[in-house]
């Protein structure tokens, strides 16, 4: 089973929903975890409360640092792949057994105010969001990265990304 780890910057929403949805569709074959650089120390509120109405186990999110990913004893990284701009443009830290890196953007759904505060708002971002990192995951899972090789299993991975960045965007 490999390893997948999702970063954004707060590791509140986009990479919290993202391990959700990974940890749903990909038991058995691919493990997910999210951290960041910065984590908020909590999930966003809205984004458990989207993950709860689809029936995710919930229990168990939790804000972290990615430094719990490089430290011994962490389970080795197969996979990095970060969801915010942020995060694509900040040194990640080197995580053990060299993992393939993508970057698959998807626009911020949280709100915070000026102090970080989560703002309640209504849940369309986060369900925009949801929807697609779900399509990337069923994508990702289309692939057979035991057959890959990892430059093969990262450049597909970051066609994923840009796939469907263009199909967000165009």
């Given at each position: 089973m490999k390893n997948v780890l999702f970063l954004c910057t707060a590791n509140s929403a986009r990479s919290i929903l993202a391990e959700a949805i990974l940890a749903r569709l990909g038991k058995g074959r691919l493990r997910a975890f999210s951290a960041g650089s910065k984590p908020r120390g909590v999930p966003n509120p809205l984004a458990l409360r989207l993950l709860a109405a689809k029936g995710h186990d919930i229990s168990a999110m939790r804000s972290k640092s990615w430094n719990e990913f490089t430290a011994p004893g962490a389970p080795t990284v197969h996979a990095v792949i970060t969801v915010c701009d942020n995060a694509k443009g900040e040194s990640c830290?080197?995580?053990?057994?060299?993992?393939?890196?993508?970057?698959?953007?998807?626009?911020?759904?949280?709100?915070?105010?000026?102090?970080?505060?989560?703002?309640?708002?209504?849940?369309?971002?986060?369900?925009?969001?949801y929807d697609r990192l779900a399509r990337r995951v069923e994508a990702m899972l289309e692939l057979d990265e035991n057959t890959l090789e990892p430059k093969q299993w990262r450049d597909a991975l970051i066609r994923i990304g840009e796939e469907a960045e263009g199909a967000t965007h165009g």
């Open positions: 830290p080197i995580f053990p057994g060299h993992p393939v890196q993508a970057h698959w953007g998807i626009p911020d759904p949280a709100s915070v105010d000026a102090e970080g505060n989560h703002i309640d708002g209504d849940m369309t971002g986060f369900e925009t969001a």
